[in-house]
């Protein structure tokens, strides 16, 4: 039986690393990287202490109203009492009388409670732990957003450096098939030796760009495992290269500032502010409170009898406080939360408006980043094609050599234009989720 239960917990300590184990083999997919990132990523935690701290200070709002109790005991050696004068005649004693009250020995333990009946300070600063909780958790649904699109961006630029890997590596396929062919002619003697050497030269900035090109890949890959929270030492391969085949929709909406977190953050601010100007202008009223107070003493010359013969007493009481005159200090912290409110209602219709022009713009930009990928993308296809014939004409001898390098040049160009449309599509498109307030229901709908 122990055997058992040693085999199971040694399962469930070596399951996780196995799934890890198993999806850096088989590739991530995005939606893989994105869970992945919002369970690991150290930003993600820190929003979660947020939220646990803002529960914890409501808690400590709401204790403000609740009984208070403290008890206390003291045990006191009176090692010189002190005296007191009795004047002469008071007692028909004709001189002056020098007494000590008190015994040597007092022990004492009472417990005392105090209970706030009305607060009104006390009674908004509980009201403020909604909107002070609700903060925390906008907090982390924006550290969530601001995950989604960092691991996204890099997760297209880890794709879009392989596809353009992929590219170089062709045309380095293809250059070298025409060295082999101008290598022969220029044996023969049939073309220039400045021919073959010009072609080599164009080999050559290639692979100088394959080289660039895959250092890029290298610090896009790392760039992306720190957004996830994954190691810089474990291995990464993506999987999902379905996403270059076809170009992502973004998934427009009509504009709403209250759909933004920043928009709702501002919002909660506000009432938080609110509540204080409030709380500052609740210092003008009167406060009560309930107090009681019970104990027992004892008093004797003997050590040992100041344990015994305990004497029981209590009170029970109201205390009513009625601010008067404090110098005009209350009235000055109002006006300062006052303008503070002032202020933050301003600064929410500015946002509101900044919301609104990074929404429009981030359309205009996804419409004409689709519009150049899409252009590009039949550029590059013209390109190949006239690549491809100047290849088949100039082995038959219809071309020249400057027009078969004048084809390659153009191919070239069309497919680095591509790449670069390619990645400002990606951007635009997670630019306009973001704009829009929508990036958890993209990462929901992969």
Not at 354 to 381: G, H, P
């Amino acid at each position: 039986m122990k055997t058992n239960t040693f085999l199971i917990a040694m399962l469930m300590a070596v399951l996780p690393s196995l799934s890890e184990a198993q999806n850096t083999q088989q590739g991530w997919t995005l939606k893989q990287c994105l869970e992945y990132g919002l369970k690991n990523f150290g930003g993600v935690r820190l929003a979660q202490y947020k939220v646990e701290t803002a529960n914890q200070q409501a808690r400590e709002a709401i204790s403000q109203y609740l009984p208070q109790v403290t008890g206390t005991g003291t045990f006191t050696d009176n090692i010189k009492l002190q005296r007191s004068v009795i004047p002469a005649g008071t007692f028909g004693n004709p001189e002056p009388l020098t007494v000590a009250f008190g015994q040597k020995y007092q022990n004492t333990v009472s417990a005392q409670a105090t209970q706030t009946i009305y607060d009104k300070t006390l009674i908004l600063g509980i009201k403020a732990n909604e909107p002070n909780q609700k903060l925390a958790e906008l907090n982390t649904r924006q550290t969530q957003e601001d995950v989604i699109y960092n691991i996204t961006k890099n997760y297209y630029q880890v794709f879009v450096s392989q596809q353009q890997i992929a590219l170089l590596k062709d045309n380095m396929t293809r250059t070298e098939q025409v060295l082999g062919v101008l290598k022969l002619q220029r044996d023969n003697g049939v073309i220039q030796p400045v021919d073959y050497t010009n072609t080599e030269v164009s080999y050559n900035n290639t692979r100088s760009q394959l080289v660039l090109a895959e250092n890029s890949l290298e610090l896009a890959i790392n760039q992306l495992k720190y957004q996830m929270g994954l190691s810089q030492d474990q291995p990464l391969m993506l999987t999902d290269s379905s996403i270059l085949k076809q170009l992502p929709k973004a998934q427009k909406q009509e504009f709403d500032p209250r759909n933004l977190v920043s928009f709702q953050q501002g919002e909660r601010n506000l009432d938080l502010q609110r509540i204080q100007m409030a709380r500052t202008k609740a210092g003008y009223l009167p406060t009560l409170t309930a107090n009681a107070s019970y104990g027992t003493l004892s008093f004797s010359n003997q050590f040992g009898g100041a344990f015994q013969n305990f004497l029981g007493f209590g009170t029970v009481g109201l205390r009513l406080n009625l601010p008067i005159f404090d110098g005009f200090r209350r009235d000055a912290q109002y006006q300062q939360n006052r303008l503070t409110v002032m202020t933050q209602e301003e600064q929410q219709r500015l946002n509101t408006e900044a919301y609104k022009l990074q929404y429009n713009n981030a359309e205009s930009q996804l419409i004409r980043a689709r519009t150049n990928t899409e252009n590009d993308d039949r550029t590059v296809k013209l390109a190949q094609q006239v690549y491809e014939i100047t290849t088949l004409q100039y082995k038959q001898g219809v071309k020249n050599l400057t027009d078969l390098l004048n084809a390659d040049k153009s191919y070239r160009e069309a497919q680095s234009n591509y790449i670069n449309s390619l990645i400002n599509y990606y951007q635009a498109q997670l630019d306009l989720e973001q704009s829009q307030g929508t990036l958890l229901n993209f990462y929901n709908q992969l």
